[in-house]
């Protein structure tokens, strides 16, 4: 599994999981993404993308081999992968029903050394739909072709089934973890920890972005089957000899306290930051425009005459706009509560005209948050946004007073990254991830104390004293370049090169 093996005209195959590129912008989807493009651009690699639903049984694709999908007319094939598609497009199974009967039949086809067989999906009879619906919310057009370029997998059972399976027949005296027909790869890269088991020529890679689920369980969604799904599937990784490309220093040391025993076959290398987030000269006045056309519509707040005047109005931010912005999810865990009082506090204090623009979209117990912020947005003091591009989100970056990282825990953090690629500055809540991407370039702050998140943010936006804004912008210009393409995918590439995955 030498990728000096392609001088010798073999390529080194990796299959890479996407199904978390089937979900929102950023974090996990956003990552994904972004290292199945930069795979695709390695010499002497040939990748290919596996399409998993979470929750969707899918239609069978073509036959793996060449000569049974010789076999099939033009017709039979477009029609195979057009069931795909619908599959993936459908709504979802009913769990109580159909999960039982797939996990009966996983674990009696398990029993009997049966796999799941990946089937094929050719992607240029379907440019379209691998486009928009996997990629199109982070890479740029020009991507395109290299996308295209690209095989891809089909596995027809659902990665929930997969995961009930295995906490079922743990019940019964031993968890039993589908065997997926890995037979054509040499690598599998996994996004998160996966509830499956490879042939033996295939080496498991786990892309280990946080350890959340395991020691912050009471921040995350569905906690019970959220936490037992990703402790016993890398619980069962790590049996098996995987290896783990951590995102961050912090993640691997996370990864570590719970299982030690994967010390000698764990790395890190981070997360490679998108290269639409740059420094540019753009015009603030778009900020007005980004606010109208990309305000939440599920939780608009009722607005009246004179309001709407405003919130739709050129004034609705002001001509030189004075705002903090925050890039995340709406969740408990990225502690926007706090934030929001520091910035009434900011307000109250010293900068009467200072409002708030959050991007994100509504996760899991939003509804207590966007109570909290419900009156503000209903004076166009505080503006929600969803689906904002790189380019707008580009804007929004550069000309805020700060961008605000206040999360009580992360993996790796993009927000704060992206801004310091377009010329913003950050201010950060200070837990050990932070420290170690952001380095010099952030304005730190205890994040259970309201008052040092307001202190910190005065010290970055007061206009009486530039110094520390500009400081923090000429820093994140040199920490943000450790993350471009350039200089993250090297080690990639030297990872899967220099043969230590079969070294186990």
């Given at each position: 599994?030498?990728?000096a093996?392609?001088?010798?005209?073999?390529?080194?195959?990796?299959?890479?999981?996407?199904?978390?590129?089937?979900?929102?912008?950023a974090?996990?989807?956003?990552?994904?993404r972004?290292?199945?493009?930069?795979?695709?651009m390695?010499?002497?690699?040939c990748?290919?993308g596996l399409?998993?639903?979470?929750e969707?049984?899918?239609s069978?694709?073509?036959?793996?081999s060449?000569?049974?999908?010789?076999?099939?007319s033009?017709?039979?094939?477009?029609?195979?992968?057009g069931?795909?598609?619908?599959?993936?497009?459908?709504?979802?199974?009913?769990k109580?029903?159909?999960?039982?009967?797939?996990?009966i039949?996983?674990?009696?086809?398990?029993?009997?050394?049966?796999?799941?067989?990946?089937?094929?999906?050719?992607a240029?009879?379907?440019?379209?739909?691998?486009?928009?619906r996997?990629f199109?919310?982070?890479?740029?057009?020009?991507?395109?072709?290299?996308?295209?370029?690209?095989?891809?997998?089909?596995?027809?059972?659902?990665?929930f089934?997969?995961?009930?399976?295995?906490?079922?027949?743990?019940r019964?005296?031993y968890?039993?973890?589908?065997?997926?027909?890995?037979?054509?790869?040499?690598?599998m890269?996994?996004?998160?920890?996966y509830p499956?088991?490879?042939?033996?020529?295939?080496?498991l890679?786990?892309?280990y972005?946080?350890?959340?689920p395991m020691?912050?369980?009471?921040?995350?969604?569905?906690r019970?089957?959220?936490?037992?799904?990703?402790?016993?599937?890398?619980?069962?990784?790590?049996?098996?000899?995987a290896?783990?490309?951590?995102?961050?220093d912090?993640?691997?040391?996370?990864?570590l306290?719970v299982?030690?025993?994967?010390e000698?076959?764990?790395i890190?290398?981070?997360?490679?930051?998108?290269?639409?987030?740059?420094?540019?000269n753009?015009?603030?006045?778009h900020?007005?425009?980004?606010?109208?056309?990309?305000?939440?519509t599920?939780?608009?707040?009722p607005?009246?005459?004179?309001?709407?005047?405003?919130?739709?109005?050129?004034?609705?931010?002001?001509?030189?706009?004075e705002?903090?912005?925050?890039?995340?999810?709406?969740?408990?865990?990225?502690?926007?509560?706090?934030?929001?009082?520091?910035?009434?506090?900011?307000?109250?204090?010293?900068?009467?005209?200072l409002?708030?623009?959050?991007v994100?979209?509504l996760?899991w117990?939003?509804?207590?948050?966007?109570?909290?912020?419900?009156?503000?947005?209903?004076?166009?003091?505080?503006?929600?946004?969803?689906?904002?591009?790189?380019?707008?989100l580009?804007v929004?970056?550069?000309?805020?007073?700060?961008?605000?990282?206040?999360?009580?825990?992360?993996?790796?953090d993009?927000?704060g990254?992206?801004?310091?690629?377009?010329?913003?500055?950050?201010?950060a809540s200070?837990?050990?991830?932070?420290?170690?991407i952001?380095?010099?370039?952030?304005?730190?702050?205890?994040?259970?104390s309201?008052?040092?998140?307001?202190?910190?943010?005065?010290?970055?936006?007061?206009?009486?004293?530039?110094?520390?804004r500009?400081?923090?912008?000429?820093?994140?210009?040199?920490?943000?370049?450790?993350?471009?393409?350039?200089?993250?995918?090297?080690m990639?590439r030297?990872?899967?090169a220099?043969?230590?995955?079969?070294?186990?």
């Amino acid at each position: 599994m030498d990728m000096a093996a392609s001088n010798s005209g073999t390529p080194l195959r990796i299959l890479m999981e996407l199904r978390p590129a089937f979900g929102g912008h950023a974090g996990i989807p956003q990552a994904t993404r972004l290292l199945f493009r930069s795979l695709a651009m390695l010499e002497g690699v040939c990748v290919e993308g596996l399409l998993q639903s979470g929750e969707k049984v899918l239609s069978r694709g073509l036959p793996p081999s060449a000569r049974r999908v010789g076999r099939l007319s033009a017709d039979q094939k477009v029609n195979r992968l057009g069931r795909v598609v619908i599959a993936i497009e459908q709504g979802v199974w009913d769990k109580n029903v159909n999960a039982t009967g797939q996990t009966i039949v996983m674990a009696l086809k398990h029993l009997i050394g049966g796999k799941q067989i990946l089937t094929r999906f050719d992607a240029a009879l379907f440019q379209d739909f691998v486009w928009r619906r996997l990629f199109s919310r982070t890479l740029p057009p020009e991507d395109f072709e290299v996308i295209m370029r690209a095989a891809f997998r089909v596995a027809s059972i659902p990665w929930f089934a997969m995961h009930i399976c295995a906490l079922v027949t743990r019940r019964l005296g031993y968890p039993l973890y589908p065997r997926l027909d890995t037979r054509d790869f040499d690598v599998m890269i996994a996004e998160t920890p996966y509830p499956g088991t490879v042939a033996k020529t295939t080496k498991l890679v786990i892309h280990y972005h946080d350890a959340i689920p395991m020691l912050m369980p009471h921040t995350i969604s569905d906690r019970r089957f959220h936490q037992a799904f990703h402790y016993r599937a890398l619980r069962k990784n790590v049996e098996s000899g995987a290896w783990f490309v951590c995102v961050s220093d912090a993640t691997r040391q996370d990864l570590l306290s719970v299982f030690p025993q994967a010390e000698s076959r764990s790395i890190t290398i981070r997360n490679m930051v998108s290269h639409e987030y740059f420094a540019e000269n753009s015009n603030p006045a778009h900020i007005a425009e980004i606010i109208k056309t990309r305000w939440n519509t599920s939780i608009k707040p009722p607005l009246d005459p004179a309001l709407k005047r405003v919130l739709f109005g050129s004034a609705i931010i002001g001509e030189e706009p004075e705002y903090l912005l925050i890039v995340s999810t709406i969740e408990p865990r990225k502690n926007h509560i706090s934030l929001l009082t520091a910035w009434e506090r900011l307000r109250l204090d010293k900068f009467p005209n200072l409002k708030l623009i959050l991007v994100g979209a509504l996760g899991w117990h939003h509804e207590s948050i966007i109570r909290r912020f419900r009156p503000w947005l209903e004076r166009a003091e505080v503006f929600l946004l969803e689906d904002v591009l790189a380019s707008e989100l580009r804007v929004l970056y550069r000309h805020a007073r700060a961008t605000v990282c206040p999360s009580f825990g992360e993996g790796f953090d993009y927000s704060g990254v992206e801004a310091m690629r377009s010329a913003g500055a950050v201010a950060a809540s200070d837990i050990p991830v932070h420290r170690e991407i952001f380095g010099n370039a952030a304005e730190y702050f205890n994040p259970y104390s309201v008052e040092a998140i307001a202190h910190s943010i005065e010290r970055v936006i007061d206009p009486e004293d530039p110094s520390r804004r500009n400081e923090l912008a000429i820093n994140g210009a040199r920490i943000s370049a450790q993350y471009t393409q350039d200089a993250i995918l090297p080690m990639w590439r030297s990872f899967l090169a220099t043969g230590s995955l079969t070294n186990v």
